[in-house]
């Protein structure tokens, strides 16, 4: 079983609303990450937050906004999304982020988007 | 930030056979090495960490050649249940060096049949 939780499961939603994924960790982790992937491909980084900024934007278009309100959660606001952005998103969390560091990622089990 | 590559496959082999894949990154500066396995419609989950001394875990062998710049994984004696999407990652420092990007081959698969 996963340490990082992810919700909704399942997100259905059309290109006017507005709606956020969460997520949230508790094993002391200080790194948190948004991933996006598309079947059969795999997972591309969006965003990264080392002890709680922003340190990594991967030239994410602005209707995906991150936030990170503590070291526990990561949220993913969402807003006039596209039907091409219908895709898993994965959270991520290592316990720090420093060079050379031996980083492992745990995932959460996701979001499944569908933009109508 | 530079690409890392793998054979899409599938590979698909019988019970009980020993596979192969490899990766390959183009980043001379990357700093560490892992594989992940994927099934499908779920969350990447880390199989094992690579170093340049080589690790096993059971049946699991992980190899880093520097030189080359390549990472392989071996898989003896496959079981069903290792039918998967076997991931690389790549860990290389961004231009500021003051941090990391974790970055995912295509990943390939594997189909294990009895």
């Known amino acids: 079983d996963t340490e990082v939780t992810q919700t909704p499961k399942h997100l259905v939603m059309g290109m006017t609303n507005k709606k956020s994924l969460k997520c949230e960790q508790h094993m002391g982790h200080r790194a948190m990450y948004w991933y996006k992937q598309k079947a059969k491909k795999p997972p591309e980084l969006m965003f990264v937050?080392?002890?709680?900024?922003?340190?990594i934007n991967e030239s994410v278009p602005s209707r995906f906004s991150p936030e990170c309100p503590n070291s526990s959660l990561l949220n993913l606001h969402l807003h006039a999304l596209q039907p091409e952005d219908s895709a898993l998103y994965l959270c991520?969390?290592?316990?720090?982020?420093?060079?050379?560091?031996?980083?492992?990622?745990?995932f959460g089990s996701g979001t499944q988007l569908s933009v109508l | 930030r530079k690409e890392v590559e793998q054979d899409p496959g599938p590979f698909n082999v019988p019970e009980g056979a020993t596979v192969a894949f490899n990766c390959t990154y183009s980043n001379s500066a990357s700093q560490s090495f892992f594989w992940y396995r994927q099934d499908c419609r779920k969350e990447p989950k880390l199989l094992m960490s690579v170093y340049s001394s080589g690790n096993e875990d059971g049946r699991f062998t992980a190899q880093l050649n520097r030189a080359s710049q390549y990472i392989s994984l071996l898989i003896r004696d496959s079981k069903l249940s290792d039918s998967a999407t076997y991931l690389c990652?790549?860990?290389?420092?961004?231009?500021?060096?003051?941090?990391?990007?974790?970055?995912f081959g295509r990943g390939t698969s594997l189909i294990v049949h009895p």
């Open positions: 990652v790549v860990s290389q420092t961004g231009a500021s060096g003051g941090s990391y990007i974790p970055t």
């Open positions: 937050y080392s002890y709680e900024k922003l340190s």
């Open positions: 991520a969390s290592s316990q720090e982020r420093r060079v050379g560091a031996n980083e492992k990622l745990f």
